[in-house]
């Protein structure tokens, strides 16, 4: 029963094709978009500080001596 269903999704999917595709991608980069400033500007707003001020906190990047070590191997050969 449920590779039926599975291969009547995949059929109808295929039906719709690029304009489904595209239809989901900018759905989907709306919604991020906009929550994403919502979050934002919700940080500001309660604590008083601009989130970009400080860009490696804004991206959770973390910097230890270790990735440090790593990002310097693989670009060794660029220096």
Do not use: W
Not at 55 to 78: D, I, R, T, W
């Amino acid at each position: 029963m449920e590779q039926t269903n599975a291969a009547e999704m995949r059929a109808q999917v295929a039906k719709l094709g690029l304009a489904a595709v595209l239809a989901y991608g900018l759905f989907d980069g709306v919604t991020y978009t906009s929550f994403f400033v919502l979050a934002f500007l919700g940080y500001e707003k309660s604590t008083g500080q601009n989130p970009a001020a400080n860009l490696k906190a804004l991206l959770g990047v973390s910097y230890s001596p270790l990735v440090s070590q790593l990002f310097l191997h693989s670009h060794q050969s660029e220096i």
